[in-house]
C-alpha cells in the first residue's frame, strides 16, 4: 500500500466493509496505492481541521467523502452572508449559525458514517498542544499568522504532521510540516513554518477583506491541502515536506520551492527555546487571509 511509513506508525486491524462501505468507497478500494487496507486506515484516523471558512470547506467536503473516520473542527466564528462566496460548507439558511454546527450537519449528510467533533473555540497556547495530541494530522486553514505559527509549534511539540494552506486574491501556497520527525543526516529535511518564514510579523498584514480573493482558488488550495492530508495518512506518494508549493490562478501556473531546516530555528533547531507555548507571544493582530 505505501510507499513511504506513514506519520503516525498505527498498526490498523483487518476491517469487514459493510456492502454499503464497499460501494460509496467503490474508487479507493481498486486504487491499488489505497486498496481495503488504506480505507480501513482511513477509517481509524483522526483529523483535526483549524477553520471551517474558505480552505476548510473543501477540505473538511473531501476528507469527510474520503471516509476519514473522525473529523474534529475548530472555529470561534459564525457565518455571515460575506462568507457564502467562497465557503462552500455553508448556505445562506446558515446565516448566524455557528460554523462549527453548520459543518457538522453537512458533513453528516455527505456522510454519516464520519464522526465530527465540533470544537467552538479560538486555538489559543493554553489549548493548543492538548487538543492537537488528540488527532494524528492537523490542517490548517486559519485566516491569521498568529493562528499558523501557534499550530506549527503545537503541532511540533505534540509530535503530529501539518498540512497547511493559505490563500489572498489569485495566489495560494500549501506545504506539509513535521518538524517533529527531525533534520536527517544532513540537518536539512522537515523544516517548520518558522524555518521557512522566520518569526511572526510584528506588524498587520492586508487581509482578504481588503484586497479579496478569488472564491474559487479557496476549493483549488482546500482540496490540494485534502489530497496532501490522505497521503500522509497513508505514507503514499511524496510529501510536501521540505517543499512549498505556490500556484498563481491567473497565471494558471503551479510552481514549488524547496525550503530546508533553519538550525538556528527557536522550535525545531539545534538549541530550541520554544518548549512552552505559555512563553510565546502570539500577536492576534498580525492579519493574513487564508479562509475567513
Given at each position: 500500500m505505501s510507499e513511504r511509513p506513514a506519520d503516525d506508525g498505527r498498526e490498523v486491524e483487518e476491517r469487514d466493509f459493510s456492502d454499503e462501505e464497499i460501494e460509496r468507497y467503490a474508487r479507493h478500494l481498486v486504487l491499488p496505492e489505497i486498496g481495503e487496507a488504506g480505507q480501513a486506515r482511513l477509517l481509524d484516523s483522526r483529523v483535526l481541521v483549524i477553520g471551517a471558512g474558505g480552505l476548510g470547506s473543501p477540505l473538511l467536503l473531501y476528507l469527510a467523502a474520503a471516509g476519514v473516520g473522525t473529523l474534529g473542527i475548530v472555529d470561534d466564528d459564525t457565518v455571515d452572508r460575506s462568507n457564502l462566496q467562497r465557503q462552500v460548507l455553508h448556505g445562506e439558511a446558515e446565516i448566524g449559525v455557528d460554523k462549527v454546527d453548520s459543518a457538522a450537519r453537512r458533513l453528516a449528510q455527505l456522510n454519516p458514517g464520519v464522526a465530527v467533533e465540533p470544537h467552538r473555540l479560538r486555538l489559543g497556547p493554553d489549548n493548543a498542544v492538548e487538543l492537537v495530541s488528540r488527532y494524528d494530522l492537523v490542517c490548517d486553514g486559519s485566516d491569521n499568522f498568529a493562528t499558523r505559527y501557534l499550530a506549527n509549534d503545537a503541532c511540533h511539540l505534540a509530535g503530529r504532521p501539518l498540512v497547511t494552506a493559505a490563500i489572498m486574491r489569485f495566489d495560494g501556497?500549501?506545504?506539509?510540516?513535521?518538524?517533529?520527525?527531525?533534520?536527517?543526516?544532513?540537518?536539512?529535511?522537515?523544516?517548520?513554518y518558522r524555518c521557512l518564514f522566520g518569526g511572526q510579523p510584528g506588524d498587520g498584514k492586508q487581509s482578504c477583506a481588503d484586497v479579496g480573493v478569488l472564491g474559487a482558488l479557496a476549493g483549488t488550495m482546500g482540496a490540494l491541502q485534502a489530497v496532501e492530508a490522505v497521503k500522509e495518512l497513508l505514507g503514499i506518494g511524496r510529501s510536501l515536506a521540505g517543499r512549498l508549493l505556490l500556484y498563481d490562478a491567473l497565471e494558471a501556473s503551479f510552481r514549488t520551492i524547496r525550503a530546508k531546516a533553519d538550525p538556528a530555528c527557536p522550535l525545531c533547531g539545534t538549541a530550541p527555546s520554544i518548549t512552552n507555548l505559555s512563553e510565546i507571544a502570539y500577536?492576534?493582530?498580525?492579519?493574513?487571509c487564508a479562509a475567513e
Open positions: 501556497q500549501l506545504t506539509t510540516l513535521r518538524s517533529h520527525r527531525g533534520h536527517g543526516d544532513d540537518g536539512a529535511e522537515n523544516p517548520c500577536r492576534p493582530d498580525s492579519e493574513a
